[in-house]
């Protein structure tokens, strides 16, 4: 068996599965997730990345085989990602050797690498919940049900918590902050989605980026697409990190982008007056905005 035991996580392989178990200061995703088995028929490479600290060892899944990386799209931030481990520069030779137990065996069974017909990973455990941002989402296989708290617009909180049935949703969509946009956890009816901003749609969460808890609304997309007739459908391309790595990092903003950096500091300035942002809040994403200018 090879065992590899870092401040970053514990991931084990015993010839049949990968087991990865996240460190107490993981990312909130990797947290939420807990304990992961992934079977060797859902493992489409691995590889171990050298840095001058250390370095990366990575666990690429064929496409399709795990709900989170299906839901998160290409979105997911390196740190978050549940299939990354850190490793210090005294045990690398030790992410090495874990890296050809993983390949031989893959060899040995002929694992292909394409893409699967099903989910391979039974994705979060329910009932599942997170978000951020103007509210809470939670789902626990039957329910999707979104709680308003005291950031919602006035749209959102008159009317209440918005509870429907997974008969009522057609597609989830989940898209975290990025450079000026805020993201969010979109529920689709079958009617069609609704055209309201995110912020006073009721059939979605809206968030901000201020924090990293904002992301385990991932979470509950997961659960639910994994639930949703005709959810299975392959990926034309494997699932992995180093693709999600990319598209995680925001192009830096055009110069005509400017006035749209400055509107949205404005912005974030007014929401810190009224005490809908506390002072960490407007602090992290005040800096996230001026490193964007």
């Known amino acids: 068996m090879a065992e590899i035991i870092q401040r970053d996580g514990t991931w084990t392989f015993d010839g049949d599965t990968v087991r990865i178990v996240p460190g107490g200061k993981a990312h909130p995703v990797r947290q939420e997730l807990g304990e992961i ?78 893409p699967v017909d099903r989910f391979l990973l039974p994705g979060p455990a329910l009932p599942v919940s997170g978000g951020g941002g103007d509210g809470t989402a939670s789902f626990d296989g039957e329910t999707v049900r979104l709680t308003w708290n005291w950031k919602a617009e006035e749209s959102k909180t008159s009317a209440g918590p918005s509870s429907f049935p997974l008969s009522r949703i057609a597609g989830v969509r989940w898209l975290p902050s990025i450079g000026l946009e805020y993201g969010y956890l979109r529920f689709e009816p079958p009617e069609g989605p609704s055209s309201a901003p995110p912020k006073h749609d009721v059939y979605t969460l809206a968030l901000w980026g201020l924090s990293k808890k904002e992301y385990t609304a991932l979470l509950v997309a997961a659960a639910v697409l994994m639930r949703l007739p005709g959810a299975r459908t392959p990926l034309d391309a494997p699932e992995g990190p180093p693709a999600l ?46 490193r964007s200018m």
């Open 37 to 114: 088995a992934v079977p060797l028929e859902a493992v489409g490479g691995v590889s171990f990345e050298p840095e001058r600290k250390g370095g990366r060892l990575r666990l690429r899944l064929r496409g399709g085989a795990c709900p989170v990386l299906r839901a998160a799209d290409g979105r997911l931030k390196e740190d978050a990602d549940p299939y990354a481990l850190t490793v210090e520069k005294s045990r690398t030779g030790v992410a090495e050797y874990f890296v050809e137990e993983v390949r031989n065996a893959l060899l040995i069974e002929q694992v292909p690498e394409g």
């Open 245 to 290: 790595a990319k598209a995680a990092e925001p192009a830096a903003p055009p110069a005509s982008d400017h006035d749209a950096l400055l509107r949205r500091l404005r912005e974030l300035g007014e929401l810190h007056r009224a005490g809908v942002l506390t002072d960490e809040e407007f602090s992290t994403a005040k800096q996230a905005v001026l």
